[in-house]
């Protein structure tokens, strides 16, 4: 690392000036300035693919200084980082949305890996390693053994552990790249606390988060970047600051209304599932018991619950068997039984499901845009001899690029370069030209900023106006009470509620996810595993919850694993 004087006001830690970065046919960063003032939040703002993530990298030396142009000032000091070690030694840490944790190694190793406390000998000291692990994780309000395998953990936790891992760095400026993307509303709170904490002890933040209101209740002042470009830096600590203010900057317009509107005409009924029962994947209980829904021609219905209430392994069970290791229930396509015993068959019945995990099981990273979107219906491609004729399938992908605005130079571009809102776009357009006639979309827009949403919001409007169905799975209630006619309630596996649009209220839907199940009289059928079967008839009244007879309540949730196969 190179570094010379220059002379800062002394409360900024940070400047970037003019930083230009350019991929091959690409300008991600175009004479962007940004200036962090000491001890504050610092929000960065922007759609997906606008450069806010390219520009922490380039600040934290994952781009090395000579492949961008413009000067980054650190504490007075002019920095040239040449890797990510020379910016961590200089305390600047930066924790990446997709966490750099090993699931096998305990918490203590994965703290200090690449750090190691050496004792004599150069052996690790792994009492004195243990220890100061234990210390970072009280600081972070965290009580698990620094021994427990860090992928025993949710991923709520695990954040809270690359936090503990940035503070043995001695960290001065702390970026966090989406921390609470993937986290329920309790982890997330957690995580803001912790945020203000480190503030109050005087680390400097910058948090990139898509989530305006976390924005406005915990950073100073927030700079929005727009095609690669600064546009502008707000002073949130004015109080003059609003979400829509920020929304107009991010998209150089105004949004009447976050959701599309949308004419409601459901037709037949698509797709109805009954008595549906699942297992744990591993273990002797259910995640989901006696559940029953429909959904129609022309129809958004949405799911909601809690984190843990069985939204994910409704979907997917329902998508194929791909998760439980027993199941029972029944399933409807347009009134007559089918049988999808694997993810082949489900897609033969025109169900298709899109993970809320688009990296891991969603799309082939390493892959083109074309192959990525054909992956799911290679067969409407291939010839007489069975060969996928690629003419035809960069036709349908060229297609799909101009018809979902997907930003990419072209589509041999490959996928995991992209933003994440276009690649929830490639996945989209995978399970579009797989032409369902019902399409499960779980956190469809998960990590994705509010101009991106609006896309995904018109596509499933587009279809259901074709006579698709769609159901959606978000842990978002004003999303789910922006595009869906119907809204069922989760809470520890059951379905306690169907709510229609015009009777639903965050208020209404969070009392029916949070229905506990009330202990019954002696002699009432009990869960695999030994939890008691509650039904929303023995909780207190909750209008929409439905009234479920002793008659209706699934037989399987008396029997045991072995004769749910």
Known sequence: MTTTSSTPSSDVILEMRSITKTFPGVKALSDVTLKVRRGEVHAICGENGAGKSTLMKVLSGVYPYGTYDGEIVFEGQVARFSNINESEHAGIVIIHQELALVPYLSIAENIFLGNEIKGRGGLIDWNRANGEAGKLLRRVGLKENPTTPVG?????????????????????????????????????????????????????????????????????????????????????AAGEVTQERIIRGMVGRDLESRYPERESHPGEEVLRVEDWTVGHATQDRLVVEGANLSVRAGEVIGIAGLMGAGRTELAMSIFGRSYGRYLGGRLYKRGEEI????????????????????????????????????????????????????????????????DMNIKAPTVMSVTGKLSGGNQQKVVLSKWIFADPDVLILDEPTRGIDVGAKYEIYVIINKLVAAGKAVIVISSELPELLGICDRIYTLSQGRITG???????????????????????????????G????????????????????????????????????
């Open 530 to 565: 030994g939890a008691t079967v509650g039904t929303s008839a023995e909780a207190p009244a909750v209008p929409g919850a439905p009234q479920q007879s002793e008659q209706s309540r699934s037989p399987l949730s008396s029997q045991n694993p072995e004769d749910l196969a």
């Open 152 to 236: 025993q953990l949710g991923v709520g936790k695990q954040q809270l552990i690359e936090i503990a891992k940035a503070l043995t760095k001695d960290v001065k400026l702390l970026i966090l790249d989406e921390p609470t993307a993937a986290l329920n509303d309790n982890d997330s709170e957690h995580l803001l606390g912790l945020l203000r904490q480190l503030q109050a002890e005087g680390i400097t933040c910058i948090i990139i988060s898509h989530k305006l209101n976390e924005i406005i209740s915990i950073a100073q002042s927030t700079t929005i970047i727009r095609d690669g470009r600064t546009i502008e830096t707000l002073d949130i």
């Open 498 to 528: 169907d709510v229609p649009i015009a009777e639903a209220t965050q208020e209404r839907l969070m009392a029916l996810m949070t229905l506990e199940r009330i202990p019954v009289r002696s002699g009432a059928p009990v869960a695999s």
């Open 339 to 402: 049988q999808a015993r694997n993810v082949r068959e489900a897609i033969k019945h025109g169900i298709a499901y899109a993970t809320e995990d688009r990296k891991k099981y969603g799309l082939n990273l390493i892959d083109d845009i074309k192959r990525n979107v054909s992956a799911a219906a290679l067969e409407k491609l291939a010839g007489g001899g069975g060969l996928v004729n690629s003419q035809e399938e960069i036709a349908v992908a060229e297609q799909s690029r101009r």
